[in-house]
């Protein structure tokens, strides 16, 4: 079993900044690509950053320039680092992490329970 627990979100003004970290946990589980993702309400849920044990990240087009995503692969955490945050960016944002007890081609994916981020004056 892995558990994902996040922390960082909040309040915070247009303009500002927020950073969010994601540690995993899980005994004899390796971990894969890790990442985050936003749902807004009435919204479907969206990939907004992901990267890979390699340190390889992608980037949904709407925070590009804005968002960095990085991990310690020593402590099987993520971060998302954001920067310029606009009212568009308020979502419950989930970390997600792929994990397998056998090896990368039997990945299971692990989400945590939701941060919310609000932004606005």
């Known amino acids: 079993q892995v558990q994902l627990v996040e922390s960082g979100g909040g309040l915070v003004q247009p303009g500002g900044s927020l950073k969010l970290s994601c540690a995993a946990s899980g005994r004899s589980t390796t971990i894969y690509n890790m990442g985050w993702y936003r749902q807004a309400p009435g919204k479907q849920r969206e990939m907004v950053a992901t990267v890979t044990s390699g340190g390889n990240t992608k980037y949904a087009d709407s925070v590009k320039g804005r968002f960095t995503i990085s991990r310690d692969n020593s402590k099987n955490t993520v971060y998302l680092e954001m920067n310029n945050l606009k009212p568009e960016d308020t979502a419950v944002y989930f970390c997600?992490?792929?994990?397998?007890?056998?090896?990368?081609?039997?990945?299971?994916?692990?989400w945590g329970q939701g941060t919310q981020v609000t932004v606005s004056s």
């Open positions: 997600n992490a792929a994990g397998s007890d056998y090896g990368p081609e039997w990945l299971y994916d692990y």
